[in-house]
Nanobody, 122 residues
Framework: QVQLVESGGGLVQAGGSLTLSCQAS????????MSWFRQAPGKERKFVGA????????LYADSVKGRFTISRDNAKNTVNLQMNSLKPEDTAVYYC???????????????WGQGTQVTVSS
């Protein structure tokens, strides 16, 4: 079992920045790929980005490349999502997720956090 708890959501103006954090705990958490997904009202949940605990390799959705950065702190078992140049269309509930499979890391996950709301005002 892996437990994930997100924090750091809130309200920000367009062009602003926000950092989300995901505290991971549980067995062998370091073997997982850690991802961020988001779901806007009335829309499907979409992949935002991912990082591998070991090595730090990252993946990003085209919509956030160059604006969002994922990092991890292995000592604290924390994954962060730094979001810059935020746009109103970034408004969504953001979910932290953990996956054991690289082949599905952009579509689903084995474990999910409860989500944190990010609202970007225009």
């Amino acid at each position: 079992q892996v437990q994930l708890v997100e924090s750091g959501g809130g309200l920000v103006q367009a062009g602003g920045s926000l950092t989300l954090s995901c505290q991971a705990s549980g067995r062998t958490v370091s073997t997982y790929y850690m991802s961020w997904f988001r779901q806007a009202p009335g829309k499907e949940r979409k992949f935002v980005g991912a990082i591998r605990w070991s090595g730090g390799h990252t993946l990003y959705a085209d919509s956030v490349k160059g604006r969002f950065t994922i990092s991890r702190d292995n000592a604290k078992n924390t994954v962060n999502l730094q979001m810059n140049s935020l746009k109103p269309e970034d408004t969504a509930v953001y979910y932290c997720a953990a996956s054991t499979s690289l082949s599905t890391v952009m579509t689903t996950a084995d474990y999910w956090g409860q989500g944190t709301q990010v609202t970007v005002s225009s």
